[in-house]
Structure formats: structure tokens, C-alpha cells
């Protein structure tokens, strides 16, 4: 007779062969199901169709499942399969996060996230794959693929090894680890001190170099980088009428979101334009296929280009008293701006004494309401005004003469910034000479083809008469001398400690949004500025002038995860921010070719 010792050790035997049989298969399971996930995925990747085909249980109750509903049978798949090697597969597939759950014996459900690239249409989102053991071996009887909603977070993920510079202290930490999550920057610090979590994908950035995303801090939505879009200048509204270049600017922003983004240019600050720039912003906050976009909307001036007016909508208003110019501030304030530009235009002493009382509404109007005051001021009496009214941002440096004791300490009492933009002008000349510099046409691939077809068109404009030629050589001249007191103001005041942001006031002629960055980058080296300094000024003092200094232009905990990743070091030259092989926006890491503008 057995005893109850006997039973219990029994039956507690039969539970624990029962209990390591099931671990025993439920790690075959998932061992032998990620193998064929992965296997899945590579031959999309590959673009292999018979090794794409053959991941798939061969039954009629196959099912696809996407956003149009649910597809049946293995034959249609295989039938609607692209062949091999042709362009019909995306051109790029990023898989990540792949997470697999045992349901039970031969059953096991997996996820991943995607990121697609097919003919220049990104998508990002979420495929889902059951696999079940069949007779014929592992393969896959339910696939599911549907697009992120906008703002959903990116996989976390482990950037390894890489020598970084983190837009504030200027002191390369090498063997870094960046740990990102959720949008964000999870944590930061070298290899030794910080632990990856379990489930974290490693990305081994061995031998590259790290900088925060990069920030624009002048831009202009509503211009075009072309002929077309500043019909005040050269006009060729006779080819583009200018209210259909406006309407066409409205509707594809997303033209120069994709331009900005393939340059590591991960935040811009549009600093006036039509009163839809101020929606970009919204949209493109959690979005990786954007920049971040902090919007003025429409430029309060001194006076008006008529031919930049039109009937239904406006970019510009016009100074004309203190109330007004009070009654606009709060107006767009409560429209959604950002911040309020003031273009101040002045020809003479008795026009800056005319409006010095209106600039010093907009700046005690605009600190009433909490936003920035952003002043267009090339001259030094009207920069000086312009700071005295509490202008926190100068865009353009100071062109007329050198800047004196005063206002420099001036510059220093107020806390503004000051934005040089040094290469804008040379491309108005460029213009008027009908001539695209090489510098400018290869930079052709990051930029859309609709604006390329434009710019291209620059030597099929009437050339210029006798009158234009003497105009040329005249604006030319003037340029070569503000240039270079531009230069001298911009260093005398960068050496006292006045912050200076990287700026291009891209949307002007030939200043093309996204690569004219490198261009200006480089402008700035050239004039005296060492490349982490520029650095500097295109990261973390750039998001301070721009207000978002907490969270963007910097890598630390809790910052938002915008990076740059080069292959070559940017500490030795502005010219090696050029090598830049991918970007990283809201956690979301791209290569750079995928950025590629669509055909």
C-alpha cells in the first residue's frame, strides 16, 4: 500500500516534468518562431520573393489584414507577391522592437514596429505575425500591418559607442550611451556607468559622433527659395502667379519638413509669414517626419512691398498707430503666434523717429502678453531701438556700421540673441546674375523636385539690361561692404557674450530650405566662429532664442530625442556636419537617404 508521502511525492513529480516539458517547448516555440520573423522581415528587405512566399502557411485561411480590411488564401499572396529584386518592395524597411508572446504549444503571436519607405512615402507603424507549427514546418497564418497614429512614441532604443557632443558644455564624451524612449531621452552617460534595460535594441555607433538635432532659427514657410516667391524683386508672375504660389506653399509644407529633416535640421523658427504657418507647429510637434516649427505668423512693418499683397490673405500689417499696433499683438496672440516679428524698415532718421514709439508698443503689448519680440534690424540705431523697446531676438546682423561700446553692452543688459544670417544676400545677387552657384545645385537631391524645376529655371530669365547690369554691379558692391561689417559686428559681439543663433532666412532666393544650414554653418566658421561654437549656436542657443530651451538643442535626460549622428567629427570643421548618415526625431532614427525628397 502506497503511503501519502508516496502519493504526494508522486504526484508532485508528474507537476514538475509536466511544468519543464511545457518551458522546455514553449522555448522552442519562441526560438523557432523569431527565427522565422526574422526571416520575414529580411526577405522584405532583401527583396526575395520566394523567401518572402515561403514564410507563409500555404492554406486558404491565410489571413492579411490591413487598413481596407482582411485579405484570404496563401495563392493570392503569392500571386500578388512582387518579383525579385524589382522596385515594387519599399525602398528601405526598419524593423524594430520585435516581441514575441507563447500562446500555447506550436502557437505564438509577434510584434514589431516598422518604419517604410516606398518610392519617398514614409510610413511608420505596427505589423503584427501568429505563427503556428504546421506538417510543412513553422510559418505564419495571420499578418497584420497598420500606420501609427501621428504622435505615437518610437521604439526605445540603446545608441552605443558613439563620441558625443551635447550642445552645452562643448567637451566630447566618447563611448557614450543614449538611451531613448517614448520620444525622449531616457538617460545619458558613458558606457561603464549606464546600464541598458532588457529589451532595449543596442544600436553600435562605434567610430561616428552624436550632436543634438540641429536648429534654423530663420525660416520663412511662405517663401519659396525662389524667383516665384518673392515677385517683389524679379517678377515672374507672368510663369507663377504669385496667389497660386501661396496657395501651393499652403498646401505642401511637408515639401520642406522633408528638406529641413534630411539636413539634421530638427526645429525651425519661422519668424513671419501667412497666418497658416502658425498651424505647423501643432501638427508637427510629435511628428517624425517634421520639425518641430515655432511660428510667428504675420510680421507687424513699417511698410508694405505691393506686390507681396494680396486681396485674401495677408502675411504683412502695417505700423500705423500704438492702438493698432497693440489691438494686432493681442490679435495674434490669441490666433496661436508664437512670438511677434517686427520687419523694421527704415530709410532715414526722421522714419526711425517716426516709429520709434510704435516698435516700444509691440515690445510692452508683446511682454504683456508673454510672447518674444523678434525684430528685422539691419541698421544700429534701429537694432538699438529695437532692443530698448525689448526685442529678445535681432535677426540679421547689424550692416551699416561697426556697433559701438553702448550697444554692446546694451545687447548684454537685454539677454537677446542675435541671428546673422550671412549668406542670404549673396543669393538675391546670384539671382539677378541668372547664375545658380555649384554650392547650391549640389545640394539639388535633398530638395523637392517641384522647387529644383524652379530654381534651374534662373538662367532662362531675361537677362538684364544696361540699367541692370549698373544695378548689379551697384548692389554687389554694397554687399561685398555690409558683409564684411556684418562679419566684424557678429564676432565683436559673439567675443562679448552676446549669444548668436545659426540662422539662413531660408525661403529667400537661392537660400534653399534645409541645406542652405551647411552653407551658413560654414559662413559662420569662416568669419571666426570654431565649429562647436557654431555648434552652439545651432543647438542649444538656438532653442533658448527660440523658447524651447528645456527640451530641444541639447542631449540629456528628458530632452526630446532629436539627434544628428555623423560619420566625421564636427568639432574640427563645420564641413564635416555634412557627413551626417542619419537623423533621429522624437526617438525616431532615419537614415539620411530615406529623407530623400520623393521623385
Not at 553702448?406 to 538675391?428: E, M, R, W
Amino acid at each position: 500500500m502506497r503511503t501519502l508521502l508516496t502519493l504526494l511525492l508522486a504526484h508532485l513529480l508528474g507537476a514538475w516534468t509536466a511544468a519543464a516539458t511545457q518551458t522546455d517547448s514553449k522555448a522552442s516555440d519562441l526560438a523557432q518562431a523569431r527565427t522565422l520573423f526574422e526571416a520575414n522581415i529580411r526577405a522584405i528587405q532583401e527583396r526575395d520573393r520566394e523567401a518572402y512566399v515561403a514564410c507563409y502557411l500555404e492554406s486558404d485561411n491565410l489571413v492579411r489584414t490591413g487598413p481596407d480590411g482582411m485579405d484570404f488564401g496563401w495563392q493570392e499572396l503569392a500571386d500578388g507577391a512582387p518579383a525579385t529584386g524589382s522596385d515594387d518592395w519599399p525602398q528601405e524597411l526598419i524593423a524594430r522592437d520585435l516581441q514575441l508572446t507563447w500562446l500555447s504549444k506550436g502557437t505564438v503571436y509577434g510584434t514589431y514596429r516598422y518604419q517604410s519607405n516606398f518610392d519617398g512615402v514614409l510610413a511608420a507603424g505596427i505589423s503584427e505575425r501568429l505563427f503556428v507549427e504546421s506538417d510543412a514546418g513553422w510559418r505564419i497564418a495571420i499578418t497584420t500591418a497598420f500606420e501609427a497614429a501621428p504622435g505615437t512614441p518610437a521604439a526605445p532604443l540603446a545608441l552605443v559607442g558613439a563620441t558625443l557632443f551635447d550642445g552645452l558644455s562643448g567637451d566630447p564624451m566618447h563611448d557614450a550611451v543614449i538611451i531613448t524612449r517614448g520620444g525622449r531621452i531616457e538617460s545619458v552617460g558613458r558606457r561603464e556607468d549606464t546600464p541598458i534595460p532588457a529589451g532595449v535594441e543596442v544600436i553600435d555607433l562605434k567610430g561616428q559622433f552624436v550632436t543634438p538635432g540641429w536648429i534654423d532659427s530663420h525660416v520663412h514657410y511662405g517663401q519659396t527659395g525662389w524667383a516665384d516667391g518673392r515677385p517683389d524683386f524679379i517678377d515672374v508672375t507672368a510663369r507663377y502667379p504669385y496667389s497660386s504660389v501661396v496657395a501651393e506653399l499652403e498646401r505642401r509644407p511637408d515639401r520642406f519638413h522633408r528638406a529641413f529633416l534630411s539636413c539634421g535640421v530638427t526645429a525651425v523658427f519661422d519668424v513671419g509669414g501667412y497666418p497658416w504657418s502658425r498651424r505647423l507647429g501643432e501638427v508637427s510637434e510629435n511628428s517624425s517626419q517634421a520639425p518641430h516649427v515655432v511660428a510667428a505668423g504675420p510680421l507687424l512693418t513699417t511698410w508694405i512691398p505691393e506686390a507681396l499683397m494680396l486681396p485674401d490673405r495677408q502675411q504683412f500689417v502695417l505700423m500705423e498707430s500704438e492702438a493698432g499696433v497693440r489691438a494686432t499683438v493681442r490679435s495674434h496672440f490669441a490666433a496661436g503666434s508664437l512670438a511677434i516679428k517686427v520687419w523694421f524698415i527704415v530709410r532715414d532718421a526722421q522714419d526711425l523717429e517716426r516709429n520709434a514709439a510704435l516698435i516700444h508698443a509691440a515690445g510692452e503689448e508683446a511682454r504683456a502678453v508673454g510672447l518674444p519680440l523678434i525684430v528685422h534690424a539691419t541698421q544700429l540705431e534701429s537694432a538699438r531701438l529695437a532692443l530698448e523697446a525689448g526685442a529678445s531676438l535681432l535677426v540679421h546682423c547689424i550692416d551699416d556700421e561697426d556697433v559701438d561700446e553702448a550697444f554692446v553692452a546694451l545687447a548684454l543688459q537685454s539677454g537677446a540673441s542675435v541671428c546673422p544670417t550671412l549668406i542670404v544676400t549673396a543669393g538675391y545677387g546670384d539671382l539677378m546674375r541668372r547664375q545658380v552657384p555649384e554650392v547650391v545645385q549640389g545640394d539639388f537631391e535633398w530638395v523637392s523636385p517641384s522647387i529644383v524645376e524652379r530654381v534651374r529655371q534662373t538662367e532662362t530669365l531675361a537677362a538684364p539690361e544696361r540699367e541692370g547690369e549698373e544695378r548689379i554691379a551697384s548692389f554687389e558692391a554694397a554687399h561685398a561692404k555690409k558683409y564684411a561689417t556684418s562679419v566684424k559686428n557678429m564676432m565683436r559681439l559673439h567675443r562679448a557674450g552676446v549669444p548668436i543663433v545659426l540662422g539662413t532666412d531660408a525661403g529667400n532666393p537661392l537660400t534653399l530650405h534645409g541645406p542652405s544650414f551647411f552653407r551658413e554653418a560654414q559662413a559662420m566658421e569662416a568669419a571666426g566662429m570654431a565649429p562647436l561654437e557654431v555648434l552652439k549656436s545651432a543647438s542649444s542657443a538656438a532653442a533658448t532664442a527660440m523658447g524651447r530651451g528645456r527640451e530641444l538643442g541639447q542631449v540629456r535626460g528628458g530632452a526630446i530625442a532629436d539627434l544628428v549622428i555623423l560619420a566625421r567629427d564636427p568639432s574640427l570643421s563645420t564641413a564635416n556636419w555634412r557627413s551626417l548618415t542619419h537623423v533621429m526625431r522624437a526617438g525616431a532614427l532615419q537614415s539620411r537617404s530615406s529623407l530623400r525628397p520623393p521623385k
